[in-house]
């Protein structure tokens, strides 16, 4: 199973960017999946998940500005991120919890993240 991440840039503060991380491989089931940020000289930190049932959950910090969302037909979570501010400026990896179809058990994949800077 592999997570890939797309939608990363360069934008200035009050911009907009959307990340989408796809999920390939052989997937038998997704529950939730996230998305995680990383600035330099701090640790990972969880933005927003979402569930197999769409409830989201969110840092405080992008609540009202970002929205978490998936598309189950192509194994896919995104997030819009709107009215960006510098202090979001961070790698921002996705994650989700597959249960891979050759393996009964539920397992975390990581993708490899992509870098978002925001500029003022």
């Known amino acids: 199973v592999q997570l890939v991440e797309s939608g990363g840039g360069l934008v200035q503060a009050g911009g907009s960017l959307r990340l989408s991380c796809a999920a390939s491989?052989?997937?038998?089931?997704?529950?939730?999946m996230g998305w995680y940020r990383q600035a330099p000289g701090k640790q990972r930190e969880l933005v927003a998940t979402?569930?197999?049932?769409?409830?989201?959950n969110y840092v405080d910090s992008v609540k009202g500005r970002f929205t978490i969302s998936r598309d189950n037909a192509k194994n896919t979570v995104y997030l819009k991120m709107n009215s960006l501010k510098t202090e979001d400026t961070a790698v921002y990896y996705c994650?989700?919890?597959?249960?891979?179809?050759?393996?009964?058990?539920?397992?975390?994949?990581w993708g490899q993240g992509t870098q978002v800077t925001v500029s003022s």
């Open positions: 979402i569930t197999s049932g769409d409830s989201t």
């Open positions: 994650n989700a919890a597959v249960v891979a179809a050759t393996d009964p058990w539920q397992q975390t994949y």
């Open positions: 491989g052989s997937i038998f089931s997704i529950n939730t």
